[in-house]
């Protein structure tokens, strides 16, 4: 069973940079032809896919995102780190990891519970 398991802060101040770690089991990030998604979910709001790393080490990135997103690997630990820099309240959401066929939130068969994010303002 593939469980993904999303960890980090719950309260981050306006300009800060928001740092969560997607920890996954019974898979290996680097199995051919899966993606790690990162999708989050405004309070009110529709599913928003932020990035993904791939199964080669490539990282994609939302266009609405992309100057204020990094995502990178350890594949040692089988964790996936999402870092967004300069947040402000609209960056408040949950947040989610999901594993995919493709670098966006469609056909995503696994997902983890969601971690709660709020920005300060």
């Known amino acids: 069973q593939v469980q993904l398991q999303e960890s980090g802060p719950g309260l981050v101040k306006s300009s800060q940079t928001l740092s969560l770690t997607c920890t996954v089991s019974?898979?290996?990030?680097?199995?051919?032809?899966?993606?790690w998604n990162w999708i989050r979910q405004p309070p009110g709001k529709g599913l928003e896919w932020v990035g993904a790393?791939?199964?080669?080490?490539?990282?994609y990135y939302s266009p609405a995102l992309k100057s204020r997103t990094s995502i990178s690997r350890d594949t040692s630990k089988n964790q996936i780190t999402l870092q967004l820099s300069s947040v402000t309240p609209e960056d408040t959401a949950v947040y989610f990891c999901?594993?995919?066929?493709?670098?966006?939130?469609?056909?995503?068969?696994?997902w983890g519970q969601g971690t709660q994010v709020t920005v300060s303002s």
């Open positions: 999901a594993r995919g066929p493709y670098p966006d939130s469609e056909k995503c068969d696994y």
């Open positions: 019974g898979d290996s990030i680097t199995t051919d032809f899966y993606y």
């Open positions: 790393m791939g199964f080669s080490g490539v990282a």
